[in-house]
T-cell receptor
């Protein structure tokens, strides 16, 4: 069963605006990761936040994690047309299996 | 850019054909994965491997099979393709650490269409 549920499913904004995407998950995780996928391509890892961290920054990206609410958010500041893509959260399971469970993704469209 | 490759990128075949989707990585990663993704939808893990001679089934049942004879190579085979197999197939790899949940590196995908 899917772990992550992104919200919203689709988001359309103007260049320069901020984009916020949310993710909720069901079971316990070691970390929460965000990936980006351009249309018809593979996924690219953006950022990882560990279960004992609350906030992390990388360039124009800011990720928060609330383990009590089992939720995470990804903020992209000062968006660009090149940010247009689908964004997926993935919960990292610990233990010997250690696989990721991906959410359904948020489709972001940034209009120039 | 990740050093993980998939061939072919696009494949259109008729029902009943046997196909093999190739995936190779040059990062020396022990763990490799195959995902199935329909357009605009989530990824479903169908197979993974911890290393040479290791193959495991993923969360989504699949009629495909995989093999891992070499660390860098993780091919996926469909013995008899059907229209229901039409999808995008993504290969990924990661290091194998005790804590789990490692960052995965993805290939560009193979878009399969079965007529």
């Amino acid at each position: 069963s899917q772990q992550g549920e992104e919200d919203p499913q689709a988001l359309s904004i103007q260049e320069g605006e901020n984009a916020t995407m949310n993710c909720s998950y069901k079971t316990s995780i070691n970390n929460l990761q965000w990936y980006r996928q351009n249309s018809g391509r593979g996924l690219v890892h953006l950022i990882l936040i560990r279960s004992n961290e609350r906030e992390k920054h990388s360039g124009r990206l800011r990720v928060t994690l609330d383990t009590s609410k089992k939720s995470s958010s990804l903020l992209i500041t000062a968006s660009r047309a090149a940010d247009t893509a689908s964004y997926f959260c993935a919960g990292g399971r610990g233990g010997s299996q250690g696989n990721l469970i991906f959410g359904k993704g948020t489709k972001l469209s940034v209009k120039p | 850019e990740a050093d993980i490759y998939q061939t072919p990128r696009y494949l259109v075949i008729g029902t009943g054909k046997k196909i093999t989707l190739e995936c190779s990585q040059t990062m020396g990663h022990d763990k490799m994965y195959w995902y199935q993704q329909d357009p605009g939808m989530e990824l479903h893990l169908i197979h993974y491997s911890y290393g040479v001679n290791s193959t495991e089934k993923g969360d989504l049942s699949s009629e495909s099979t995989v093999s891992r004879i070499r660390t860098e190579h993780f091919p996926l085979t469909l013995e008899s393709a059907r229209p229901s197999h039409t999808s995008q197939y993504l290969c990924a790899s990661s290091e194998l650490r005790r804590g789990g949940g490692d960052t995965q590196y993805f290939g560009p995908g193979t878009r399969l269409t079965v007529l």
